[in-house]
């Protein structure tokens, strides 16, 4: 019976720090998925040629600090200006006022000021390009809230990381209590205390594996019951996600009840009789 309720209660923690290690990484994945959302616009001089200007979107297709390059041709442009405005701007001017452009997604680790000043600069080089146009408020703003929401996301992950351990250190050491007097008299007849040990550790192993197999296995089904309900969070939802949850609750439930169960045979060896009957 104390065996069933040491894996329970430890299959309940090992799920609740499971729960936060996915919503740590799904906010990682969404942060890269927006900052990969922000766009910045290569403005053609009016002599530069359709086949020059898709040519240099094909260069810097390759480049690493960009995933995606959309050209946008003066026709477009004059086209989404009327269909967002409501006004063509050829009935007054005669002409069309605009250019040929790129729009460039960059990589989520080169959206920020730092490195798009860099490649703003680098692109303005071009003999091709007129100017280089992105928000730099917005991108400023964008980085500044996800590095505040990973700060509390990692700090509550670190509060529950400690809590967690708490919480089996407890279970583990009820459930070596009631065999103190055992521990005691094994010592009294001679065994060495890696010898009283090994038990306990294998116990608090299996405890362990039971527990995270048992948690991982409602993770993973509540992961792919999330997916099932809203499919636009599968693109987050990798397998890579999947293996790293999986394997932070096994290396955490084998790992926390191996030093939990360590550090209470080792209290209760370290006891004399009297003091047994104290606690």
């Known amino acids: 019976m104390q065996l069933f309720t040491a894996c329970i209660s430890t299959t309940l923690v090992l799920v609740l720090l499971g729960m936060v290690v996915s919503f740590v990484m799904l906010a990682d994945k969404l942060s ?69 452009s790129l729009e460039l997604q960059m990589s989520a680790g080169y959206a920020n000021t730092d490195s798009l000043l860099w490649i703003a600069q680098n692109l303005k080089e071009r003999e091709l390009v007129a100017d280089v146009v992105y928000q730099k408020d917005l991108i400023d ?73 048992v948690a991982d296995s409602i993770l993973l089904s509540g992961l792919h019951l999330l997916v099932k309900y809203d499919e636009a969070i599968a693109p987050l939802i990798t397998d890579s996600l999947r293996c790293t949850v999986a394997a932070v609750v096994v290396i955490c439930g084998l790992s926390f009840t191996l030093l939990c169960s360590y550090f209470s045979v080792n209290a209760y060896l370290k006891m004399k009789e009297s003091e047994m009957y104290e606690i």
Not at 36 to 53: C, I, P, R
Not at 147 to 171: D, E, N, P
């Open 32 to 100: 890269d998925s927006v900052r990969e959302t922000f766009t910045v616009t290569v403005l053609f001089h009016d002599e530069a040629s359709e086949e020059d200007a898709i040519d240099f979107g094909k260069q810097l297709q390759v480049e690493p600090f960009i995933s995606n390059v959309t050209y946008v041709s003066k026709e477009q442009a004059l086209e989404e200006q009327v269909a967002a405005m409501g006004t063509d701007p050829t009935e007054f001017l005669g002409s069309n006022p605009f250019t040929a």
């Open 141 to 213: 703003n964008l980085n500044k809230n996800l590095r505040k929401v990973s700060l509390v996301l990692l700090i509550l992950a670190g509060l529950l990381m400690t809590v967690s351990f708490g919480l089996i250190h407890s279970t583990v050491r009820l459930s070596i209590y009631s065999r103190r007097f055992l521990i005691h008299t094994m010592k009294l007849v001679g065994a060495s205390w890696e010898f009283i040990r090994r038990p306990f550790m294998w116990r608090s192993f299996w405890v362990g594996m039971v527990s995270a197999i």
